[in-house]
């Protein structure tokens, strides 16, 4: 039987303790990091739909790099992911405000020293979209948004997981 646990009693009862593994670290009371936020997500899906084009021209440059058709069709998988993100947070903002979002590209291409580079590059990269993802999670309303983003941020798990793999394979 499933067991519920009741964060409730433990926030509001003076006698109670809040067991280890639900206590947080952070300084922001632990029900106000989970509350959902109009104001503060709308910037944030901005930067996500401008990360995500950002990557998509960075892993192009990968693809054209790549050692081998194997890193080739991985890298180019992802990045056709990341173009299936874009348009899945500018519909999320378009939803959300009434207007539509566009990326640039505005800001200048680095290109990395090697191609190994590269892909360490990418792998710190989605590993910092799923920081920004988790806090667009908890502040987007509603729950087809919370799914879109779930969908999202488990995607790009998986791209640090290809990457690390690309990254071993090459090393």
Do not use: C
């Not at 519920?4 to 009371?29: A, G, K, R, V």
């Not at 944030?44 to 790549?66: H, K, P, S, T």
């Not at 987007?140 to 690309?166: G, Q, R």
């Amino acid at each position: 039987m499933y067991q519920y646990f009741d964060y409730d009693f433990y926030t509001y009862n003076p006698y109670s303790f809040l067991p280890i593994q639900y206590q947080t670290q952070s300084s922001i009371p632990a029900n106000a990091m989970y509350q959902t936020n109009l104001q503060a997500v709308v910037p944030l899906l901005q930067q996500a739909v401008q990360g995500e084009r950002n990557d998509e021209l960075f892993y192009d440059y990968l693809i054209q790099n790549a050692p081998s058709n194997q890193d080739k069709e991985i890298i180019t998988s992802i990045r056709n992911d990341e173009r299936r993100h874009r348009q899945m947070f500018k519909q999320m903002y378009y939803s959300l405000t009434g207007q539509t979002i566009e990326s640039t590209d505005s800001e200048p291409f680095k290109k990395p020293p090697s191609y190994l580079a590269g892909l360490e590059q990418a792998l710190f990269g989605e590993l910092s979209a799923v920081e920004l993802y988790r806090t667009i999670y908890f502040t987007i309303p509603n729950t087809v948004f919370k799914n879109m983003v779930f969908e999202i941020l488990t995607d790009e798990i998986k791209h640090a997981s290809k990457y690390n793999f690309l990254y071993a394979k090459n090393k």
